[in-house]
């Protein structure tokens, strides 16, 4: 609805591809067509065990046809069918099952929230000065365990000594964020102590780094999450 997918005509306008054709009948791939209009869609709905579908299947309008699913009802079905990464259109409609199953329960708790390992890599230049883990409990999100990672390199910035400090992320939302450009719900105290332990910095910033360029970090990540599940 707010034109973040990157379809085909999205990538066109922005010049990131010279053709926006649907990979299943190489028409226009717009919102509306590949949720609504394209064949592959319409099986998809037509299979879909939702009450009154007949709406989704003639539908013309992504933002109408989205609002209204609010008001469809569900029938039971079950099965989940593998397959590879181009699915056909039963099995694409039985892996949203299983996902809406697998979502459906994750809420079923008084709680939806989660233990996350919480990385922090320290370094001057090219050279590692410090790197570490810590584990947080309770985090509603990983947006929130991204802030609590920066509010925590922050900590050990301050505890180290430096007084001066690039700090590069992978996630643009929370840059912004700490910019003061946005603001997010459950992150406004976090946002706050962030805010907070830069007063100790002299010079600082924030800026955003693709996460392929930032592998030290991702490795760190990765193996403080191996190391909390494997326990």
């Given amino acids: 609805m707010r034109g973040a997918l990157l379809l085909g005509d999205n990538l066109e306008t922005r010049g990131l591809m010279d053709s926006s054709k649907c990979t299943f009948c190489s028409l226009r791939e717009t919102a509306n067509h590949l949720f609504l209009t394209c064949n592959y869609a319409k099986t998809i709905w037509s299979l879909a065990p939702i009450a009154h579908r007949a709406s989704l299947t003639n539908a013309t309008s992504f933002t109408t046809e989205l609002q209204a699913s609010k008001k469809l009802s569900n029938l039971p079905t079950t099965g989940v069918t593998n397959g590879s990464l181009r699915f056909t259109e039963t099995e694409t409609l039985s892996k949203a099952i299983a996902d809406a199953r697998e979502w459906t ?79 997010i719900k459950g992150l406004f105290e976090i946002l706050q102590d962030v805010q907070s332990l830069t007063c100790y910095l002299s010079d600082f910033s924030f800026s955003h780094v693709p996460r392929s360029n930032n592998t030290a970090a991702d490795l760190l990540a990765n193996r403080a999450l191996s190391d909390l599940y494997s326990a």
Avoid: C
């Fill in 105 to 183: 329960e994750a809420q079923t708790g008084s709680t939806n929230q989660m233990t996350v390992p919480i990385p922090r890599l320290l370094r001057q230049d090219q050279h590692q000065l410090h790197q570490g883990s810590k584990t947080e409990e309770w985090v509603s999100s990983p947006l929130v365990a991204e802030g609590l990672a920066v509010r925590e390199a922050l900590y050990q910035a301050r505890e180290h000594g430096f007084n001066s400090l690039i700090l590069k992320l992978d996630a643009q939302i929370l840059i912004r964020a700490i910019n003061g450009r946005d603001s």
